[in-house]
């Protein structure tokens, strides 16, 4: 690889989409036009294809003949070439389950039996491609093999699954918080214990060897050995596959084709036992069937009989067969249902009488009786040894019970026992079968009378039941038939069964009914054959019970079985006169003596006839695998059979077919086979296919002329396929294969004439004689018939003489008539062919027609409905092709030949035409038939993956070529185009699927021009030509772009990344529901090859990595459209931070970025990612984003690539990249970092509450749906507009600020299999092991992922270090680094990560000190949260890489000013917002620190020693004040209490004070006070101004606070006036990302957004006005439009929401008590959320500090009157609370109008508190005072936090006459709202009219005048209030009267009473009151004073009490 170098010129991306804008301009066609740019900014040397046209592949076979590689041996030889063993045909013996097989021994053979029993017996013949299940198929992400693969993984730490160490963390917590809250003692604790504290912990380990100089090198090498240790080599062993369903690839094998058997039961009879013994009873079972009215089994005798029975026989009955002593027998029944019976008939030895009298005696005598009958039952035993004596050897019916089935089985599956006994009774004959029919059937099963009624008869899997019958019916001896046996049946199901009226017969019949066990010992076929295992051939076997199934059984014969059933069905003597007694009837079946008395076999039914009426009637059943029993069938072997004997005239039935004739009854015949039935087709299918197969290919001679019946054995076989596939729906694959047909071809179907046994076509080959004009591999050839291509004969053909002579003859006379064409013999479809064919005259040529050859050309001249069937089944057709050719190869053992020599040219063209016109079908057609075309697209691909493993692979891609070529050409036209690149997808997706995809990919070629031009011959251009320049220098780019020399050398691979980057466009219109499909197809090609054992050597898996190098192009192409996993940290309270052009995330404000970025105006998400992606923006596209699931498999499939591929290749390529591509790739990486986190295992267990599939981005889109940030709904909406082709964007504020996976825009069809609520199947908790595992796995992948991240980034580093051109892109690589230090991250990695970070720091320090400051201090940050980690490993390093920062700050300018400054505000930042901070953890690195600078010798003498120490002390000074913060976690107000001292505290530093502003607004939105959190950020926003200002001055800009005001009265207190401000030019002041313009923008948006979100929208306004003069400096019309519409948002909810809109509600609270601390005595006013019941705070407050101080010591104080000190008891604790309203002067409410005015900047609050002078709360009208308090606060509301101080309070003293005026002017306020409403609304007018008018009323107005105007006051102090309260009144009336009127013209007629009612009391209320209104107090009206002094003199003049 030495030799490569750089290409010179290296083309970026971005002017590739330039040109496609430009050019896209220009065309105005359709949008598909615009792929045909070249995606990938090609080199320009060479002939450039678009993307989306396919290449000319390389001619694979001459190349690797004129490429021999260099390796000899080794591992990367099997990648060169497919193995030697890959195919190889296997001849399997089939199993026979007998012990000795069924076939006839008979030498002389009918030839049809003969051909049915060959086809029964021969092996199977079997192409196994040996590596098969290597292709990407079988993958074992998709099966369920993962598991194996990820055993023995390690376990990752990760700190967030550790519980704090040592369990007295918790107890600790508790004591602190117990103790005092009082925080007297200063902010900052004393230094000197502090310091003892941080003098005694203990240091962790130190790292060896870390303060020696070594040099860079050998750190990196170092470094370098340790990260590649102990990796895990499986990358996608730990990632999930996709989501998808079976993947098309994978085709299952076939199940052998066997023997067909129903669900067996097995019935064993135990005992039969009657009241009385006196005769032997012989019993049989058999299955009815009543509903199809049918018996579905034959006939089981048993026997159990005593032996004493037995021996009244022994005369007529020869001894026993073992075979016929079976008492148990397996019965079969395909069709089980409701409708079958197990009927049980007994018989006795024939007697004399009637039934009935013969039953007589077994229903009168009872066993119990014995003794008292003794005689009788002698008299019956010797009539009955009589009866057997002479007639022993006959019989008759005696009685017959039946078993209803179903009852059975489904009544023992229900019973909880083992075995289970049911006792049928007459009882229980009565209600039994009916009801419990009803309650165990109908209940269970309701549903199952659907179709077929059998779907819930499941008779594998009840519980066994042993039955005992106790009743028998006797037979009626005129209703013996089957017919009456249905009836009875029927009507046993009958609740009014007429078989209860009769008496039973009782007895006792003992069975046993269970499922059959899988193989049963010691068991006969019907044929009585032993089946194998039946050890010993003495022992009582089981029968196996033929079943005459009740509907047809589709499955195909393999066993031989020819059984003939004969059943005497009736007699029927009855209406013949004369006596008709002791007539027997003897059945014969004959075949010989004369032979017309042979009956045929099938026998319908005979009847004798006597006198025209039927009197005997018999059937007979035919069991046989020899006659078809089909007409037609029968018909075709016969003809088919006299071919191959020779035998003539050939007879069927009456007919007799003479030579001459048979060839048109052949043809006949043949066309016939369509109507034939289905049932025995399918039964005949091996047979009749491999006839239909043996005329293609052997067309035989008929009467001397060779008959061509290829054609019409084609149309039969396509029409038979057609009908199985559409009648055996059920019987098919995912492909829609057959299962018979699929298994037909896999094991039975072999080349014609290529048995194993016979070389020569003898009678041991199909049919294989001497008639046929063949020329197989035989030594016997009749000269005569050595033909070339013989089927271009037909006696049709008139040019052609009669008998053929010699072949020269032949051939002449072919050549000679007239350019004899195909079309003559053939029905004219193809069109002449010019060139006659098969001139070959030489005899020896092996000519004959092989069959794949055949077939391939009838296929291609076919046509109309021949060619149509053919097209629906075409996987048929293409599988027989395959397996003929392997077989084809394998006989002439050229299956080592080269293979372009294996097939010769005419076959090649047939499949090329054939492979051309189908892909023209699937183009023309896939609209239409659709599902037709999926079928014959996915043969298609599967016909050409197999011909990948035996054919010239050359033509195959140059198939696979001409597919693409038409593909594209069609989508040109396609309005859209993703129907169609969905099919092309799946087509090439099966065709990578082979197993020897990466051989054929030449992964061992570097790239070298092509040795000879294209060998495609359709494209005319030989490219070649454009390789001669300079080929050294582009092979680096060729290997990572999709250029023509990678696209034609790496064929399939070039494939498939060409569609990936044609799909993943931007541009793509139409294409991105395909995304998923696209991914998951590179998905699992990649981690297939991960697990091929063939790949595990990493030096070949960097070959085939190198297949997959243009894939990171690919996907850094794509970096603005992948879903952006950094926003979930969001979740966490890690928000990325505003500006642009870094998003880096780690606590700070809580409120969601992606919300202020959508304020901000930034639309689109992606565009707001680090540098780099600030240039895709320019293109103004809104791309689609892909799917979080997507998203995530592209990024796994980049790291393989990065994982596997070789270093230095990947070196030398980043060496030539951009910085801008650069950069792209670390976007990429940090994508990755995030992507890849680790969950945590609370996750994994939160995640287990609902069970999802596999996928666990399907989980965040089922959050999202139930959290219903964007509902379903929504999404449907979205999705339909998809359809149309445009996609809008979610902007990220309706992106769900929780970052999960809904901006997907891939189509989810939520199918029904993928919704993520397991049917109840599986149990829905995974168990606690399971979890450990998922998080075990996770935790591999997380780490593995970051190791491949921080190999990349160490590849990057060292080519900035080698160039030393590209120091800009080290920032872009901190910042990954950086990223993956705040991610969750497992301790593994992150001793690596320092480890690099430390390296980093060592080889580029100016790098952080001088460019990158603000990485500097995120760095800081970094570490010192890791130093605070609970996991002992991660500290030391942590605090290593620390003390390394200062070290070389210092070195670099001998004070470390910056770090120190960073690292103080990094940890203030850490400590106001970890929750789960550890201060134990961070003392001891804070030890260890100081440790290294103890030990360090080299800087002994310098200060830095000291200094560190300094800095040391100070950092745990700042702990320690946070760990009182901790002991208040509890207490939001007094938490942020502290933190807004600790701000204070910082009044001097302001990056720290706005750090810890920042908390506070962070810790504000956990608690959604909005308003407080706006406050913050107005806070830091006037701080930044202030420093701004004084940095710079730009006129735009705000004047520091004093812009503010309007926003906050509060904000001048960030003003810096003070004299020890710190200048902000001095060094690591200020220097933050938020002192800049863009800093400050982002936070006053932050705080808009805030203010919304608390409904303060005229705040919103002010923030804006501030906002907007910064944006029109900049020109930024985007943003201005994105804040006017906010504005324009804004004020229309100002309008809507007039009237509904709530603030908050205000409550005094008062702290008594020295428990308080601090807090006693102190007052404060609390902001509550609005409508908050006093009860509420109430509860809250006693609550929380009743847990703290404990219950019985809180106490709330109930009034609101001043709190007397000493009379409480001092050792409680006690709480005041108020109600308190916002208080205003009369001169403010002026300003104050609206709503939100009289609710905003509040300082004032007052209470009232009513009192009499006697000490009482309420008293008579004319001694009630009342107390208004008026409380003045520190700051005004909204302030940054929710309670303030009261600074201030006054009282104001109430008067009793003061206190009516006060009401009365309310009552009247009341009474005019309630006239003025609008819409009027009467209940309220009517209720305030009663209370001011109403008689009753106590205290009513009326009380109030009389008490206070009957007499003039004697006080002149009192005139005023007199006169003010008269007026009242006056005004009063005049509004009662205002709203009578206007109730009188609301009311109905209904209360008409009513409203004179309130007008009578309201004329008497104004009576009342007519003469005290009147009488006005004479001196006020005397107009001595100017009025003027007195205006306010009844304020001033009441009593007032001034409380300072």
């Known amino acids: 690889m030495a030799e490569r170098r750089a290409f010179a010129q290296k083309i970026s991306r971005t002017v590739a989409a330039e040109v496609r804008k430009q050019i896209s301009g220009q065309y105005s066609g359709s949008p598909q036009l615009l792929k045909n740019l070249n995606i990938v900014g090609n080199i320009s040397h060479h002939t450039t294809v678009p993307l989306t046209e396919a290449v000319d592949p390389v001619d694979l076979e001459d190349y690797l003949i004129t490429h021999p590689l260099a390796v000899d041996s080794g591992p990367l030889r099997d990648l060169i070439e497919f193995p030697p063993d890959d195919i190889e045909v296997v001849y399997s013996p089939r199993d026979c389950r007998t012990l000795v097989s069924a076939v006839p021994e008979e030498s002389e053979m009918d030839p049809h039996v003969r051909d049915c029993i060959r086809s029964y017996t021969e092996d199977w013949a079997i192409v196994i491609r040996k590596y098969h299940k290597l292709g990407t198929g079988f993958n074992p992400n998709t099966l369920d093999k993962q598991k194996e693969r990820q055993k023995g993984l390690p ?145 089981f005798y048993f026997d159990l009989n005593s032996e004493q029975m037995k021996g009244l026989l022994r005369p007529h009955v020869p001894p026993a067969a073992i075979t016929t002593l079976a008492r148990s027998a397996i019965f079969s029944i395909t069709y089980p249902s409701q409708d079958v019976f197990l009927v049980i008939k007994l018989e006795k030895v024939l007697q004399q009488g009637d039934i009935g009298e013969c039953a007589e005696p077994y229903m009168i005598f009872k066993e119990a009786d014995a003794t008292k009958n003794k005689e009788k039952l002698e008299k019956l035993k010797s009539q009955a040894d009589q009866f057997c004596q002479r007639l022993g050897k006959y019989r008759m019916p005696f009685a017959w019970t039946a078993i209803h089935l179903m009852n059975i089985v489904s009544s023992a599956g229900s019973l909880e026992r083992d075995s289970t006994e049911v006792e049928i009774s007459t009882g229980e004959r009565k209600g039994s079968w009916s009801e419990r029919r009803n309650s165990s059937i109908v209940g269970r099963r309701s549903l199952e009378r659907t179709t077929s009624g059998d779907d819930a008869c499941n008779l594998t899997s009840f519980r066994p039941a042993t039955l005992t019958v106790t009743n028998f019916f006797k037979q009626e001896g005129d209703r013996l038939s089957d017919e009456d046996l249905y009836k009875f049946l029927a009507d046993m199901r009958r609740p009014s069964s007429v078989l209860r009226r009769l008496r039973p017969i009782t007895a006792q019949l003992k069975i046993d009914i269970s499922p059959a066990p899988e193989n049963p010992h010691y068991c006969l076929t019907p044929e009585l054959l032993q089946v194998k295992l039946y050890p010993d051939s003495r022992v009582r076997p089981t029968r196996e019970i033929l079943e005459f199934p009740a509907r047809d059984v589709y499955v195909p014969n393999t066993t031989y079985r020819n059984l003939l059933y004969i059943y005497p069905q009736s007699l029927n003597f009855a209406n013949r006169q004369g006596s008709a007694r002791n007539i027997t009837v003897k059945v014969q079946f004959m075949y010989g003596e004369d032979p017309s008395n042979a009956m045929p076999v099938p026998l319908p039914g005979m009847k004798w006839v006597d006198n025209h009426k039927g009197v005997f ?207 003559n013999s053939w029905v004219n ?157 799946d087509f090439l997706r099966i065709i990578c699927s082979h197993e020897h995809y990466v051989t054929l990919n030449l992964p061992c070629s570097l790239l070298t021009p092509p040795a000879s031009p294209s060998p495609s011959v359709s494209s005319a251009t030989s490219q070649s030509s454009g390789f001669s320049t300079n080929v050294q220098d582009q092979k680096i780019a060729n290997m ?80 603005p459209q992948l879903y952006d996993f950094t926003e979930t940290h969001n979740q966490r309270g890690r928000p990325i931070c505003i500006a642009p052009d870094d998003y880096e995330s780690e606590s700070g404000s809580m409120i969601s970025q992606t919300v202020a970025m959508a304020i901000a105006g930034t639309s689109v998400p992606q565009l707001t990612r680090p540098g780099s992606f600030l240039l895709t923006s320019t293109s103004g596209r809104q791309h689609t984003t892909f799917s979080a699931e997507s998203s995530r498999s592209l990024l796994i499939c980049l790291l393989w690539v990065l994982k596997n591929a070789d270093e230095t290749v990947l070196q030398k390529w980043f060496t030539d990249l951009s910085v801008l591509q650069l950069n792209r790739l670390l976007d990429l990486l940090y994508l990755c970092v995030s992507c890849f986190e680790y969950k945590g295992k609370k996750v994994f267990e939160r995640m287990n509450s609902l069970t999802f599939k596999k996928s666990k981005d399907m989980r965040a889109k089922l959050e999202e749906a139930i959290l219903g940030s964007i509902g379903a709904r929504q999404e449907m909406v979205r999705r339909s507009r998809g359809q149309l082709g445009t996609y809008t964007i979610a902007s990220p504020s309706e992106r769900s600020p929780s970052g999960s996976a809904f901006g997907s825009q891939e189509n ?58 590209k120091e800009s892109i080290l920032g872009g690589v901190l910042k990954v680094l950086l990223h993956s230090m705040a991610c969750n991250q497992s301790a593994v990695y992150l001793q690596h990560c320092f480890a690099t970070q430390r390296a980093l720091v060592s080889k580029f320090p100016e790098l952080l000190f001088e460019e990158e400051t603000e990485q500097c201090a995120d760095l800081c940050l970094r570490l010192l949260r890791h130093c605070s980690s609970s996991i002992s490993t991660i500290r030391s390093h942590a605090s290593a890489s620390l003390y390394l920062l200062m070290r070389q700050n210092f070195e670099i300018g001998n004070n470390f000013a910056r770090v120190k400054m960073q690292v103080t505000m990094s940890l203030s930042s850490l400590v106001g917002t970890s929750q789960n901070f550890n201060e134990e953890f961070l003392r001891r690195s804070l030890k260890t620190i100081l440790t290294y600078a103890e030990e360090d010798l080299e800087l002994r003498e310098t200060t830095f020693p000291d200094q560190v120490q300094d800095l040391v002390f100070n950092l745990h000074m700042i702990l320690s ?469 007195h205006r306010d003199s009844f304020s001033r003049m009441s009593l007032r009490k001034m409380d300072l």
């Not at 094998?253 to 036992?273: A, I, N, T, W, Y």
């Not at 069937?289 to 579905?296: A, F, G, L, N, R």
């Not at 069809?1309 to 993928?1314: A, I, S, T």
């Not at 029109?1672 to 804004?1690: M, P």
């Open 1308 to 1365: 989810l069809r939520w199918r029904k299999d993928m919704t993520h609520w397991r049917q109840n199947t599986e149990k829905l908790d995974k168990s606690r092991a399971e979890i450990e595992h998922e998080a075990l796995i996770d935790g591999n992948l997380a780490t593995e992922a970051n190791l491949i991240i921080l190999d990349t980034l160490e590849i990057v580093v060292q080519t900035v270090s080698v160039t030393e051109s």
């Open 829 to 985: 479809t193809g069109g002449p062919k010019a060139a006659p064919w098969g001139s070959n005259p030489s005899p020896s040529a092996e000519s004959t027609q092989l069959f794949h050859e055949e077939l391939a050309l009838q296929w291609v001249v076919c046509s109309g409905s021949v060619r149509e069937s053919a097209l629906q089944q075409a996987w048929f057709f293409f599988e027989l092709m395959v397996k003929s050719m392997v077989h084809h190869l394998y006989f002439n053992d050229k299956l080592d030949a080269p293979r372009k020599s294996r097939f010769p040219e005419r076959f090649m063209d047939d499949i090329a035409a054939l492979v051309s016109t189908i892909a023209s079908d699937i183009v023309s057609r896939f609209q239409k038939d659709t599902e037709m075309v999926e079928r014959l697209n996915t043969s298609l691909a599967f016909f050409l993956n197999d011909l990948l493993s035996v054919m010239d692979r050359g033509f195959v891609f140059s198939l696979i070529k001409s597919c693409y070529k038409q593909v594209s050409s069609k989508l040109y036209s396609l309005p859209n185009p993703s129907v169609l690149v969905s099919l092309r997808l």
């Open 617 to 823: 009637n018999v059937e007979v059943v035919a069991a046989s695998s020899v006659h078809t029993q089909d007409p037609y069938l029968d018909k075709f072997f016969a003809l088919v059979n006299a071919l191959d004997e020779h035998m003539f005239p050939v007879r069927i039935g009456d007919m007799r077919i003479m030579e001459n004739n048979l060839e048109n009854e052949l043809k006949n015949s043949i066309s016939a086979l369509n109507t034939s039935q289905l049932e025995p087709v399918v039964r005949f299918l091996h047979l009749l296919l491999d006839k239909l197969i043996l005329l293609v290919v052997r067309p035989p001679v008929i009467a001397g002329q060779i008959v061509n019946l290829g054609q019409a054995s084609f149309e039969a076989m396509a029409s038979i396929i057609n009908r199985l596939h559409k009648n055996l729906e059920g019987n098919h694959d995912q492909h829609g294969r057959n299962s018979l047909l699929a298994s037909y071809i896999y094991y039975v179907f072999r080349l014609p004439n290529t048995y194993p046994n016979s070389s020569s076509p003898g009678p041991g080959g199909l049919g294989g004689s001497v008639h046929y004009a063949t020329m197989a591999r035989s030594a016997v050839r009749p000269a005569s018939l050595n033909l070339n291509r013989s089927r271009s004969l037909s006696n049709s053909n008139p040019d052609i003489s009669g008998t053929p002579t010699s072949p020269d003859d032949e051939v002449r006379s072919i050549i000679g008539s007239k350019g004899l064409d195909r079309s």
């Open 1521 to 1989: 004040d946070t760990v009182k913060m901790k002991e208040h976690q509890e207490d939001p107000e007094m938490l942020i209490d502290l933190m807004y001292r600790i701000a204070k505290g910082y009044q001097t530093s302001p990056d720290l004070r706005l750090t810890w502003l920042q908390n506070m607004a962070g810790k504000h939105s956990e608690r959604s006070n909005h308003a407080e959190a706006a406050q913050c950020l107005v806070h830091s926003a006037a701080l930044v101004a202030e420093y701004l200002s004084m940095l710079e001055d730009r006129k735009y800009l705000p004047v520091g606070c004093v812009t503010f005001q309007n926003i906050s009265s509060n904000v001048l207190e960030e003003s810096a006036v003070s004299d020890d401000v710190v200048s902000p030019d001095e060094e690591g002041i200020c220097s933050g990302k938020y002192f800049t313009e863009s800093g400050l923008v982002g936070l006053l948006e932050q705080a808009a957004a805030s203010f919304s979100m608390a409904g303060m929208y005229e705040a919103v306004n002010e923030v804006y006005k501030v906002l907007i003069p910064v944006h029109e400096a900049n020109r930024d019309a985007k943003k201005l439009s994105t804040i006017h519409g906010k504005l324009q948002e804004a004020f229309s909810k100002i309008v809507h929401q007039d009237g509904k809109r709530m603030f908050g509600t205000y409550f005094r609270v008062g702290f008594y008590g020295t428990k308080f601390g601090d807090l006693d005595e102190q007052e404060f006013v609390y902001k509550e959320p609005a409508i908050t019941k006093l009860a509420e705070i109430s509860h809250r407050l006693e609550g929380f500090y009743g847990e703290r101080f404990g219950e019985d010591v809180v106490e709330v104080i109930k009034d609101s009157n001043p709190v007397d000190k000493c009379k409480l008891d001092p050792n409680k604790a006690y709480i005041q609370i108020t109600y308190v309203e916002p208080y205003f002067d009369t001169y403010e409410m002026k300003d104050r109008i609206t709503y939100f005015d009289k609710n905003y900047n509040l300082r004032r609050f007052m209470y009232c508190t009513p009192f009499t002078l006697d000490g009482r709360a309420h008293g008579e009208l004319h001694e009630q005072f009342k107390r208004k308090t008026i409380l003045t606060t520190s700051h005004a509301f909204p302030y940054i936090k929710t309670r303030v101080n009261v600074t201030h309070k006054e009282e104001i003293i109430l008067t009793p006459i003061e206190v009516a005026i006060e009401d009365m002017q309310k009552k009247t306020q009341e009474l005019a709202f309630a006239t003025h409403q609008d819409p009027a609304d009467p209940k309220m007018l009517q209720m305030v009219l009663q209370g001011s008018v109403g008689t009753t009323v106590n205290q009513g107005p009326l009380e109030v005048a009389q008490v206070f105007l009957s007499e003039i006051p004697s006080d002149p102090k009192l005139f005023r209030h007199h006169n003010k309260l008269r007026l009242c009144f006056k005004d009063f009336t005049k509004r009662c009267e205002d709203a009578l009127r206007k109730n009188k013209s609301l009311i109905g007629p209904d209360q008409k009473e009513y409203q004179r009612e309130l007008e009578r009391n309201y004329h008497r209320l104004k009576e009342a009151l007519q003469p005290l209104i009147n009488r006005k107090i004479p001196q006020l009206y005397k107009a001595l004073l100017p009025v003027t002094c």
């Open 1040 to 1119: 990572f772009e999709l250029s023509v020399p990678f696209r034609q050398q790496h064929y399939l691979a070039g494939l498939v990344l060409t569609e990936l980057a044609v799909i993943l466009d931007p541009d793509a219109e139409g294409l991105f529901g395909l995304h998923k499909k696209v991914i998951n197809m590179v998905h699992n090609l990649l981690s297939s090859h991960d697990s091929d054992p063939r790949y595990s050597d990493p030096q070949i898996k960097a070959r085939v990595a190198m297949l997959y190098l243009p894939l990171i192009g690919i996907i850094m192409e794509t970096v």
């Open 155 to 299: 376990k990752q730490v990760f700190e967030s699954d550790e519980a704090p160490d040592g369990n007295n963390y918790q107890d600790d917590q508790d004591d602190l918080k117990r103790r005092s809250m009082s925080i007297d003692d200063t902010p900052r604790g004393s230094w000197a214990c502090s310091i003892f504290d941080l003098k005694n912990s203990l240091p962790d380990a130190l790292l060896p060897n870390l303060l020696d100089r070594t040099p860079n090198e050998e750190i990196d090498r170092q470094n370098d050995d340790q990260r590649k240790s102990n990796r895990h080599k499986e990358l996608f062993a730990l990632h999930p596959s996709p989501d998808e369903e079976e993947p098309i690839e994978r085709l299952s094998v076939p199940d052998v084709p066997k023997e067909h058997f129903g669900q067996r039961l097995l019935v064993k009879c135990l005992s039969l036992k009657f009241e009385i013994e006196i005769e032997p009873i012989f019993a049989s079972l058999a299955l009815y069937d009543v509903k199809e009215k049918k018996k579905i089994s034959e006939n």
